[in-house]
């Protein structure tokens, strides 16, 4: 298998994401100017430029460990005796499985800390806009698990990377206030720019839900969808206050290192690093202000 031809659909997509920003950035402008927009987060120098680095990150990081987790599903699927072609059916197959798997490794990357620890870098801005979509994880190693089962199942290498791709590339578009609600039908079945401002505010009554991918099917299976009601407000529970991309990437991994060194029996370490990010054991006391807020 030619490891050097690994099917690539987000570097060319690049130009159009730098173009649908500043459009977006424009348009939410001139809202404004009319007086339609007040209620608009709209964009902000220090932010779209600490999201911009973040996904820049991003694709480096993916120069390298796109190659590996690829050779991953290429030894998997060369060890599984099953073959799913590539006919429609196997395509179509493919589509609701990748998706299923997408909404295993989000519900998962915010249900356990150490996983989202690495996560937590898509939901680090208080703005939602076409350049929240690019504010990616520097560590993606956490996902990979989640989509080996469809190399065993027989999906090439190739399948399963170019429709995470497609997977990406529909998420993008959703990452706007730009767009209200759609016809009843797509919202129904598809994950929309109004389910996903659910999932990136941090409402109480938003807080883990919405983990779709494409579909939002999913999410109203197994129990984890919530309709946008209350204006949602984007960000984290406990706010950053920086801008740096490097301590973007890494703050949620050294406050979990700093968690687990705490005096404490062995169960109590291991809560901090495995249970639900805002797990903490009977009696803790809150973090200081300046750990939950780190200085710019």
């Not at 999201?51 to 694709?59: K, Q, R």
Request: proline share 7%; glycine share 8%.
């Amino acid at each position: 298998m030619d490891m050097t031809h690994i099917p690539d659909l987000i570097t060319p997509a690049i130009p159009v994401f730098v173009l649908t920003v500043i459009a977006e950035a424009l348009w939410v402008k001139k809202q404004r100017e009319e007086g339609g927009a007040s209620t608009l987060k709209g964009h902000t120098w220090k932010d779209t430029f600490a999201s911009l680095s973040m996904g820049l990150g991003n694709v480096a990081v993916g120069v390298f460990w796109k190659g590996v987790a690829f050779a991953g599903y290429a030894a998997l699927y060369h060890l599984t005796p099953l073959r799913m072609g590539a006919g429609v059916f196997a395509w179509v197959l493919l589509f609701f499985l990748e998706d299923l798997c997408y909404y295993a490794f989000h519900r998962v990357h915010h249900e356990s800390r150490l996983f989202w620890a690495s996560h937590v870098v898509h939901h680090s801005s208080q703005h939602y806009n076409l350049s929240t979509a690019l504010r990616q994880t520097w560590t993606p190693m956490s996902g990979w698990a989640f989509w080996a089962p469809l190399a065993l199942l027989g999906f090439s290498p190739e399948m399963i990377v170019t429709q995470q791709a497609v997977s990406l590339l529909y998420q993008y578009w959703i990452h706007t206030e730009a767009i209200g609600q759609l016809p009843r039908p797509v919202e129904w079945l598809f994950n929309t720019p109004s389910h996903h401002r659910v999932h990136h505010a941090s409402n109480t009554a938003y807080l883990d839900t919405n983990y779709a991918g494409i579909l939002i099917l999913w999410d109203r299976l197994f129990g984890t969808f919530t309709p946008e009601g209350e204006r949602p407000v984007y960000g984290l529970t406990k706010n950053l206050s920086t801008y740096n991309p490097v301590r973007i990437a890494f703050h949620e991994y050294a406050a979990i290192a700093k968690d687990a060194a705490r005096p404490g029996p062995l169960g109590q370490r291991l809560g901090y690093i495995f249970r639900n990010p805002a797990w903490k054991p009977k009696g803790a006391l809150p973090p200081p202000m300046e750990a939950a807020h780190p200085a710019p």
